[in-house]
T-cell receptor, first 111, second 113 residues
Framework: DQQVKQNSPSLSVQEGRISILNCDYTNSMFDYFLWYKKYPAEGPTFLISISSIKDKNEDGRFTVFLNKSAKHLSLHIVPSQPGDSAVYFCAATANAGKSTFGDGTTLTVKP | KAGVTQTPRYLIKTRGQQVTLSCSPISGHRSVSWYQQTPGQGLQFLFEYFSETQRNKGNFPGRFSGRQFSNSRSEMNVSTLELGDSALYLC????????????FGQGTRLTVV
């Protein structure tokens, strides 16, 4: 039973456009959500997070939206840059416990 | 401050052998989690240790085990290696009691031949 799902394995966008990465979860106990970015041969690095008491968190070009009723969150990157090309993982935690990760979405930003 | 350090970075073992991977978390972090990433797959959770106790465990066979020491350093052991154990093993450290991000090491690339 996969509790965190990223249904799109890959996404390709043009430089300057918006990238929207989606994530769905099933466990209503999750109260904190995070996005990580991973380059090849490196460990994932934290990008942005959101608490379940909020519906939006913004940090520069990155915005995460949370829809608790739909158990859905999304990461918006605008404008997208070639350096954003990486694998993006969505993660969720409950009570500051372990992080449950999705399978990742490979984003390719074309110049 | 120093990041998460995993050793070794690369390892080649033969089937049937056992292996021990090491992870030094960020100073002050009490939670260490281990993940397996295989090609084309996401991060599969192995286990989490907090203050020397296994707090969470994923769905991996008993050949996979771990421990955490009093200084929060953690080791992961895999016995009777199988070809399918070839993967990138990632360690992540976090505060463990606050909602904060996890910091990952660069991983240990294990190849079983």
């Amino acid at each position: 039973d996969q509790q965190v799902k990223q249904n799109s394995p890959s996404l390709s966008v043009q430089e300057g456009r918006i990238s929207i990465l989606n994530c769905d979860y099933t466990n209503s106990m999750f109260d904190y959500f995070l996005w990580y970015k991973k380059y090849p041969a490196e460990g994932p690095t934290f990008l942005i997070s959101i608490s379940s008491i909020k519906d939006k968190n913004e940090d520069g070009r990155f915005t995460v939206f949370l829809n608790k009723s739909a158990k859905h969150l999304s990461l918006h990157i605008v404008p997208s840059q070639p350096g954003d090309s990486a694998v993006y993982f969505c993660a969720a935690t409950a009570n500051a416990g372990k992080s449950t990760f999705g399978d990742g979405t490979t984003l390719t930003v074309k110049p | 401050k120093a990041g998460v350090t995993q050793t070794p970075r690369y390892l080649i073992k033969t089937r049937g052998q056992q292996v021990t991977l090491s992870c030094s978390p960020i100073s002050g972090h009490r939670s260490v989690s281990w993940y397996q990433q295989t090609p084309g797959q996401g991060l599969q959770f192995l286990f989490e240790y907090f203050s020397e106790t296994q707090r969470n465990k994923g769905n991996f066979p008993g050949r996979f085990s771990g421990r955490q020491f009093s200084n929060s350093r953690s080791e992961m052991n895999v016995s009777t290696l199988e070809l399918g154990d070839s993967a990138l093993y990632l360690c992540a450290s976090s505060h463990g009691q606050l909602n904060t991000e996890a910091f990952f090491g660069q991983g240990t690339r294990l190849t079983v031949v």
